[in-house]
C-alpha cells in the first residue's frame, strides 16, 4: 500500500482549467443531458398522449360524417 501512495506522490496533477473554460464545458454538457432527456420525454409520453387525443376527436369527426350525430347515445343530464 505504501509503494502505491509512493508512486502517487510522484506524478504530477496537471493544472486545473480556468474556471470559465470549465463553466463553458459544464453548462454544455448538462444542457446537452437536458435536451435529451426533454427529447426522450416527449416522444415516450408527450406524443403517445398528443395521438390519444387527435385519434378521439379524428373517430368523432369520422362517427360524425357517417352517423350525422356527435355522439351515438345521449348523456344523462346532471341533477
Given at each position: 500500500m505504501a509503494n502505491l501512495l509512493e508512486q502517487l506522490?510522484?506524478?504530477?496533477?496537471?493544472?486545473?482549467?480556468?474556471?470559465?473554460?470549465?463553466?463553458?464545458?459544464?453548462?454544455?454538457?448538462?444542457?446537452?443531458s437536458l435536451f435529451v432527456w426533454q427529447l426522450v420525454d416527449l416522444v415516450v409520453s408527450g406524443l403517445p398522449w398528443a395521438m390519444l387525443h387527435f385519434s378521439r376527436a379524428l373517430v368523432g369527426l369520422i362517427a360524425f360524417t357517417v352517423t350525422g350525430q356527435y355522439e351515438a347515445k345521449p348523456k344523462k343530464p346532471r341533477r
Open positions: 506522490a510522484e506524478l504530477e496533477v496537471p493544472p486545473p482549467p480556468p474556471a470559465a473554460q470549465f463553466d463553458r464545458q459544464l453548462h454544455e454538457r448538462v444542457n446537452r
